[in-house]
């Protein structure tokens, strides 16, 4: 329930200062006040450990729903990401038939008004897809669409959209960027072939973004470089799936050093937080082992079955320390979007907040001044294979 009076938790702070040992103090949706004592640099602070709340702003779903569901499922794939740490999502669509994304993404908005117990902060929706390259479509249905700014325009008129992936080399990408960026969507480059040059020409109209960086995209060959080696040379903010498998550890650290404001994501599917086997969907059959997903061949892979608490935890486990992880899973997203009141713990910001202990096993986690109950905080996903 969210705290009509305050309440406090007690435990070492995570602030833009530096950590703090003493206590964040709640008021209705919002932190009122930090209290305590300044950590010293030099010593490490000590469990339990407050962080701001965990922001996902590429998910399409889990716990058996994605967005392709009702609006009962899509709430339920939200309960189960919150209840491991992300606080604030933006729902993701895939490429899909127009009445499809239609009705998702007319869903998505009417979650973000009206948010229920037991669920993340809605801020909008991702589009990714339809307009993407049909030769880079990865996991994604057949059914992409040229660049169609009336189209994009309706969808942007029907919702808060957010963030929007579009290869900028397919016909009429380029109209799309320019429009959406006026909307003040956040334009991304996924599931493109682009050249470095057209990549570049993007930037131009307003793309301010890469899409779960290296995965379907044009690459690094040192002759004939492509959207990621343009990201690496020139990109400030991008989106990178943290599961381990999609991108290399070692690749992953070299984007880490690479581009200023990187960013964690899950990509998470229908198939997060569910039992390994094998699954059949509308299109096609799925097999899921341990917190890897990939289509029959067992090796496309087809989303991630990650939460942030997963990725929280990938991150630490490759060197970086708790602050530098916090960076990656919630701080860097709020900037990308200009959200003052998220990805910070200072007075003001809205109480979306994670505990954890020393193991960084969730002991709880706060949403708009609601802490989710211990149950469902407490649930753990496997580790991974």
Known sequence: MSASIQDALTGTILTPYGWVKGKVVIEGKRIERIAGDRVEPTRTPEAPYIIPGFIDLHVHGGDGTDFTGDEKDIRRFLRFHAAH??????????TAPVAVLDRALMTIEAIRNDRRPGEPTVLGAHLEG???NPDKLGAQMNVPLAGDVDLALKWADMCRLLVATVAPEIPGGQAVIEALTRRGCRVQIGHSLATAAQTAAAFGRGVSGFTHLFNAMSGLDHRKPGVAAYALAHGHYAEIICDLNHVHPTVLLAAYRSIPRLY???????FAGRPDGTYETSQRRVVKKGLRITLEDETTLAGSAITMLDAFRNLVALGLSLAEASQLTSTRQAEYLGLNELGRIV???LANLVVLDGGCNLQSVWVEGEKLSADAAGTQTPSRN
């Open 264 to 270: 964690a994501i899950t990509d998470a599917t229908t």
């Open 130 to 132: 339809p307009f993407i």
């Open 85 to 94: 740490g992300a606080t604030a999502m933006a729902p993701t669509t895939a």
């Open 347 to 349: 007075p003001g910001a």
